[in-house]
């Protein structure tokens, strides 16, 4: 552990040497952070106290900050944002669905998960709704990027009630995103492209089918 301490606060002042700490938001820690390889689950709060340690810097204060800006400008942009209507499934065997309101494989993404994803764990069920839950808000975020928009609503339906709407909705607001998670147990469309052999690719689908109000 000690050796995790000597290493943070040398990565610390090894930053502050080319930034001005001070300066920076939570989200350019991160990538620093992430960069450097110091993300680790003992590593990480560490750093965050060298930065206060050093520096004055209160990471989770502008972490803080930050989501609730986002939040705000979210909410400004929210009215006019055009609404992605999407289903998203999963399976604990190990493949993914995420389709728009049509039945055709022209508004269908599904496959397998990659083998390193960081959500799926093979033979978890709940890890498969959440992972392919994250894979709608992906697609929502392109379509967000196609129609160069602030933002865009996601209509988001789910199987699965154990989903953690929080922080899905905190994913998506990252990613100019406004969630709305409806849970529909039966009905589920993308349920029955989890079976489905072989894949479909997000970047063969027409992004503009995908939204339902201009």
Not at 4 to 14: C, I, L
Not at 157 to 179: H, M, P, T, W, Y
């Amino acid at each position: 552990m000690s050796d995790e301490w000597d290493k943070a606060e040398a990565a610390v002042r090894s930053l502050a040497a080319t930034r001005k700490v001070e300066d920076m938001m939570a989200s350019d820690l991160r990538a620093w952070a992430s960069k450097q390889g110091l993300m680790t689950r003992t590593q990480w709060p560490k750093i965050k106290r060298e930065l206060y340690k050093q520096f004055d810097v209160d990471y989770d204060a502008l972490r803080e900050r930050e989501q609730s800006e986002r939040a705000e400008s979210l909410a400004a942009a929210a009215a006019a944002a055009p609404v992605v209507s999407l289903s998203s499934a999963g399976d604990e065997r190990g493949s993914f669905a995420v389709v728009g309101d049509a039945d055709t494989s022209e508004v269908a993404w599904y496959g397998s998960f990659h083998k390193d994803d960081r959500v799926f764990r093979p033979g978890d069920q709940d890890s498969a709704d959440e992972a392919s839950a994250g894979k709608a808000v992906f697609l929502a975020s392109k379509v967000r990027e196609h129609l160069n928009t602030d933002a865009v609503r996601l209509r988001l339906r789910v199987s699965s009630e154990r989903i953690n709407g929080v922080k899905l909705a905190d994913l998506a607001a990252k990613k100019q995103v406004i969630l709305d998670l409806d849970v529909v147990p039966t009905g589920n469309l993308a349920e029955q492209w989890c079976l489905e052999p072989g894949f479909g690719e997000w970047r063969a689908i027409r992004l503009t089918d995908l939204v339902v109000t201009p």
